[in-house]
């Protein structure tokens, strides 16, 4: 088992996020779930947790009976190669939630995330401050991350990735 496994805590739509998250992700995939039993706080046979993985990453959910909710300073962060992924997961994603500048979202669950295509490693990772700065002014113009024109800037700034 992983040291750290995030842990999502829904009211009483954990089975529909782990379906879905299954559904989104390439190669994800359900692993055990356990239904609640007699004197449990919501009826017998319900949904109580289950565990999926993504790209080797497991996750636990679990229905509480009572809504915790999901706060966005807490988010999963996506690594993603290619501007297709990036597309791909930003449209799944964010269908029925909401969308936030620089490539966050929060999905029809609550959940935030943050879609972020790879070449951000790199441009950020620059000792040049004004490379990074100037990157980061055209990022804070974006909704969803657009990974060629932050390569681009990065390039005009002087950078070479």
């Known amino acids: 088992m992983q040291k750290i496994t995030p842990f999502l ?14 559904s989104v992700f ?26 999926f993985e993504i790209a ?20 999963l962060m996506v690594d993603c190669p290619t501007q297709d992924e990036v597309d791909e997961l930003w449209d799944k994603l964010s269908a029925g939630g909401s969308v936030q500048a620089c490539g966050w979202l929060t999905d029809k669950f609550g959940v935030s995330w943050q879609i972020v295509p790879s070449v951000m490693r790199t441009v950020l990772a620059d ?26 800037a990065y390039q005009e700034a002087g950078g070479s990735a």
């Open 56 to 75: 080797g990453q497991t996750f636990f959910v679990l229905n509480a009976g009572q809504d915790f909710g999901f706060a966005p300073g807490m988010s």
């Open 127 to 152: 000792k040049d401050p004004r490379k990074v700065e100037h990157v980061m002014k055209v990022m804070m113009q974006m909704i969803k991350l657009d990974g060629p024109r932050l390569q681009q």
């Open 9 to 22: 805590t829904f009211k009483d739509q954990a089975e529909d996020a782990l379906k879905f998250y299954t």
């Open 26 to 51: 390439r190669n994800a995939k359900a692993g055990a779930t356990q239904r609640y039993g007699e004197g449990a706080p919501v009826p017998k046979g319900s949904f109580m947790t289950g565990s």
